[in-house]
């Protein structure tokens, strides 16, 4: 243990000497999040949402109708009461909440007056909003079909909730969507390099022949990268908090946790792409082009999953983002625990360690 400890120091030193290192490891998430948290918007056409009928008369059905007839929306299931609503949102497999009073269509014939509740996830401010207009553009269709019927004109009045993000700020959606991005990019890309750096040096082969064991070698290369990313992950939570008024709800012990698991996630992907990376050029590509662009695209934050097709959706499951970015933004914005997001976590567990095991095992045989 001591030539272990010895040998992460002297990673660590390496580290403060490289100044390209340094700016690639806290300036270039620095200014991502930055970024992506003030500027970058997107919008979504698709979502699941649920409705809590309590009228179950003519008006009601015939508007429901009218929100699955649409290509926006796919009603997932109808809830029998409003108590199971918050079950539903914080499940994640809903968007939105249609809930319909008792005696609507009576209200509406006798008062001319009618109210419909809608509540949405607002931790994606601009699929929470969309959706919501989108609701509200079938319902005015509806009204004015109704009133084309008859002489007083009727009024349905919609009652808007956004949940988890109720001023719909980029930011509480971006911010975990970085935090995942930057976390990837830089293990994979700063462990693959290291490893690769000292094969071109030939100093990877003095180490493994001598008496410090190869497993050591890959181990102590990766811990400084663990403890630096979780500085890096600080410093994004502190601009977030205190730059971007972005909210923690959720235990930081849990988040601190779940990042640890999933920068170890990271770091065994870096391990895989250097045992077949021939240079540091190589692996450089391989992280930037081969990480980066799977994390944009199929990790939920930039692009919805749920709009893409079968293919790219199966594919989605294979990115690492795409569990971490779930289990941040439960955690962050919504304040779940870990019985909401055990399922992520052991995805995320299982993917640490087969590609461990596979650089481990190529590593070796690469070597023999």
Request: charged residues 15%.
């Amino acid at each position: 243990m001591k030539q272990f400890f010895s040998f992460i120091r002297k990673e660590f030193s390496h580290v403060f000497r490289d100044r390209k290192t340094l700016l690639m490891l806290f300036g270039v998430p620095v200014v991502q999040i930055v970024l992506f948290g003030f500027a970058l918007t997107n919008e979504i056409k698709n979502s699941n949402i649920v409705i809590v009928d309590n009228a179950k008369d003519m008006a009601s059905q015939q508007i429901i109708t009218k929100l699955a007839s649409t290509q926006y929306f796919k009603i997932n299931k109808a809830l029998l009461s409003s108590s199971q609503i918050d079950d539903a949102f914080k499940s994640g497999d809903i968007k939105l909440a249609i809930v319909f009073p008792e005696n609507f269509y009576n209200d509406l014939l006798h008062t001319n007056k009618a109210q419909i509740q809608i509540i949405a996830d607002a931790s994606d401010p601009n699929t929470g909003n969309t959706l919501t207009n989108y609701v509200t553009s079938v319902v005015a269709d509806y009204q004015a079909q109704l009133n084309a019927t008859i002489k007083a004109p009727e009024q349905i009045n919609l009652d808007t909730r956004m949940l988890y993000n109720p001023d719909l700020k980029g930011a509480p959606n971006f911010v975990p969507g970085v935090i995942a991005m930057v976390m990837l990019l830089v293990c994979v890309m700063m462990t693959s390099i290291s490893i690769v750096r000292e094969k071109e040096l030939g100093t990877m082969e003095v180490l493994l022949v001598s008496p410090f064991k190869p497993i050591y070698v890959i181990l102590a290369k990766a811990v400084p990268y663990l403890v630096l990313s979780l500085i890096n992950l600080t410093v994004i939570l502190l601009l977030s908090y205190f730059a971007l008024d972005l909210p923690i709800r959720g235990s930081l012990i849990l988040l601190y946790a779940e990042s640890i698991l999933y920068i170890v996630t990271c770091l065994a992907l870096g391990l895989l792409v250097s045992t077949g990376a021939k240079s540091q050029y190589g692996a450089m590509t391989i992280s930037l082009v081969g990480m980066m662009l799977p994390t944009l695209m199929l990790s939920g934050y930039m692009f919805p999953i749920e709009n893409m097709p079968l293919v790219l959706r199966i594919l989605s499951n294979i990115v690492p983002a795409k569990w971490f970015y779930i289990i941040i933004k439960d955690v962050m914005l919504k304040g779940l625990d870990i019985t909401y997001i055990w399922k992520e976590t052991l995805i995320l567990f299982g993917m640490a360690m087969f590609f461990l095991m596979l650089s481990l095992r190529n590593f070796k045989t690469r070597l023999e």
